[in-house]
């Protein structure tokens, strides 16, 4: 294939594009799939897969190769991406391997980490020395930019749809699908043609979260957990466990509800800090009425569905699109699924434990529905939301208050989509992951028949806030989670997280920054350190103190009456467990003048200094990804100049930069941030 051939078509004489993702939560996912849709309305045959699902091998057939990645923990690739990355290293592939691969290649990250877009950029650095040939400029989206990834994304793909227009034109006399033009769903729903019988009612107890039920009974102290859960979808890769505590932490009259969740399993689950469990919630049955019913779907609501593939893909059985949940789909239409046949499946059950909501909507979903109005005003405000040139309105109206899907087509209820489009205009529940809390001994938990399991603990708010539209919002998982009973259970998936300190850096000194709830996979490496003192001490009962590394905690919150987690444990591991443990509190709203954790840093220079440079510690940052993680940093580098050991070395601004540079690259400097 020729890198500047103005026409040129694949090694196999077709016009395909294929678009690779690697997505941990959704985005990179989504931003994919739109692109998919802008290249085939070009006249593309494309295909959109996750980075695991392709052979690099291949990528020469196709005209144009699209890489959509974002960056997770520590400059890491995601889940979905990791075997195909691993496929790139290896050592003998030749310098050729990818000759006539041309790609282009999109990156989402947030800059409040050191490692801002790394996954990104080392697979460019890697398709180059493979002999790939990028064709369009690189663009790295920041979660922090004031329009989001989208600020990045919308004039890139624009710039991306004049280019391919340039670059491989249209034969004379095909013009491009216009962007008001519905392009056909790859993938449909219809009625199940084998005369199964109904599936049984689904058992649920119904009422709103801001409801109470008095038949049913709640967990003591937390009245409203009224919802038993028992989850069987069948999404892969998961182990059921069952919840066995959903305590509130905070007080009742605190502003926020944080909760302390324990999760058990009997079989033996190895895992560390830093680790992650992923939870995929489930809607509401009022919020699945409401929207049954404003889209005139109660009548099919509960017969049984299946996907089929839409017209354009009738008749094939090999290269087949994915579907939007493949392991929902027939074996027979493709391959990759599960070769059992899958449960039961009906819109309200579709509604309730797959499709999403109460989603902020996209750009494209506006696209989407558009075609379903026959409201003259209404299309034209949904084509307005599509357009570039209103992307502040866009950001104005979903983004900033947290604007639903539910709520969009409450406001355009000349909206009427077909249940059968259903999957291809409504997101997937994508599955939120929360930082395991529970590390050494608080791992193992003892079963009611005897014997031993596993335990994950969990330190988690619940989402519930006023936007600025007067509008109560909730978080998605935590809405669904703040009212399960102990005794539920969870389909959950085990994701081993970005911090992963080693033996040596357990062993050895640290600081450990968490303000709020990102304490919680900070307290599993605590425990880690309290078993390694333990392990050793009934090794050696005679001999002298354990070779542990001192440890500070440096922990922040608004009151310490309201949100001081774990107080009482901090005290009885420094009592009795044996471990250096000082922990230095920053309580923001107890004193007149604000206090943060950054200001710690700064009144305990020398003390930072000696544990991070004349011990060579480590230091891991957890919690929210604002402004926190700089300030951090800032006092940091501040502390590393101003340090006032006589006998230490006095750096320059740009020496104690450098300094924390070097320590990020030999992985003593790690951050977790959400």
Request: proline share 8%.
């Amino acid at each position: 294939m020729s890198a500047d051939g103005g026409n040129d078509q694949s090694r196999s004489g077709k016009r395909t594009a294929l678009i690779l993702y690697g997505s941990e939560t959704g985005n990179a996912q989504e931003v994919a799939e739109e692109l998919g849709q802008l290249v085939e309305r070009l006249h593309f045959i494309t295909h959109v897969y996750e980075f695991n699902a392709a052979k690099a091998e291949s990528l020469s057939s196709h005209v144009l190769t699209i890489f959509v990645v974002s960056t997770t923990g520590q400059g890491d690739f995601p889940a979905n991406a990791r075997e195909f990355w691993k496929t790139l290293l290896l050592k003998k592939l030749p310098p050729t391997f990818l000759d006539g691969v041309n790609f282009a290649l999109f990156g989402l990250g947030d800059s409040s980490y050191p490692k801002f877009n790394w996954a990104a950029r080392k697979l460019r650095k890697r398709l180059f020395q493979l002999g790939a040939n990028e064709v369009f400029r690189f663009a790295e989206a920041d979660a922090r930019h004031p329009d989001g990834l989208e600020g990045t994304f919308f004039p890139w793909s624009l710039d991306l749809r004049k280019f391919l227009l340039e670059k491989y034109p249209l034969p004379e006399g095909q013009d491009p699908i216009p962007d008001d033009v519905q392009l056909p769903p790859k993938w449909i729903l219809q009625e199940k043609q084998d005369g199964v019988p109904p599936p049984p009612a689904v058992e649920e107890a119904a009422p709103q979260s801001d409801q109470k039920d008095g038949n049913v009974p709640a967990q003591r102290g937390v009245p409203n957990l009224y919802r038993l859960d028992h989850d069987t979808r069948p999404i892969p890769d998961t182990m059921t466990v069952t919840l066995t505590e959903n305590k509130r932490v905070t007080p009742p009259t605190h502003w926020q509800d944080v909760r302390h969740i324990c999760l058990t399993t009997p079989d033996q689950v190895s895992y560390g800090p830093g680790d992650m469990i992923m939870i995929t919630p489930k809607n509401f049955p009022a919020d699945v009425d409401m929207l049954l019913n404003m889209m005139g779907w109660t009548d099919v609501a509960d017969k049984p569905i299946e996907f089929v593939p839409g017209v354009g893909l009738r008749g094939k059985t090999e290269d087949l699109p994915p579907p939007p949940i493949p392991y929902l789909v027939s074996s027979s239409y493709y391959p990759s699924s599960p070769s059992s046949q899958p449960p039961y499946l009906t819109l309200r059950i579709l509604l309730t434990e797959y499709l999403d909501i109460r989603a902020i909507p996209r750009r494209s979903f506006f696209a989407s529905i558009y075609h379903y109005s026959n409201d003259d005003y209404h299309k034209e405000r949904l084509l307005e939301f599509t357009n570039p040139e209103y992307i502040d309105e866009l950001w104005d109206y979903t983004t900033r208050p947290r604007r639903s899907i539910l709520e969009v087509l409450q406001e355009f209820n000349s909206v009427k989509i077909p249940w059968q489009h259903a999957t291809s205009v409504l997101p997937v529940l994508r599955g939120r992951q929360f930082s395991i809390a529970s590390g050494g001994e608080l791992k193992k938990c003892t079963l009611d028949g005897g014997g031993s399991g596993t335990k994950f603990e969990l330190l988690i708010a619940i989402v519930k806030y006023q936007t600025v539209i007067k509008k109560i919002r909730e978080g998605v998982c935590t809405r669904y989670l703040a009212v399960l009973r102990p005794g539920s259970t969870l389909k959950v998936q085990l994701q081993r997280g970005g911090l992963k300190p080693t033996l040596q850096q357990l062993v050895g000194p640290a600081v450990l920054v968490g303000p709020g709830t990102g304490l919680a996979p900070l307290r599993a490496m605590i425990w880690e350190k309290a078993a390694l003192v333990k392990a050793y001490r009934e090794k050696h009962p005679d001999g002298p103190p354990p070779p542990i590394g001192s440890m500070i905690l440096l922990f922040g919150g608004r009151n310490r009456g309201a949100d001081y987690f774990y107080e009482e444990e901090w005290k009885q591991l420094m009592e009795t467990g044996g471990i250096d443990l000082q922990v230095l509190t920053a309580f923001s709203r107890d004193q007149r003048h604000k206090i943060y954790v950054q200001d710690r840093i700064r009144e305990n220079k020398s003390l930072f200094f000696r544990l991070l440079h004349d011990q060579s510690g480590s230091v891991f940052i957890c919690g929210s990804s604002g402004r926190m993680p700089q300030a951090i940093r800032e006092a940091l580098i501040e502390c590393f100049q101003q340090q006032d050991s006589p006998s230490g070395p006095k750096y320059t601004r740009e020496q104690a930069e450098q300094y924390l540079i070097e320590m990020e690259k030999i992985g003593r400097y790690k951050q977790e941030t959400w």
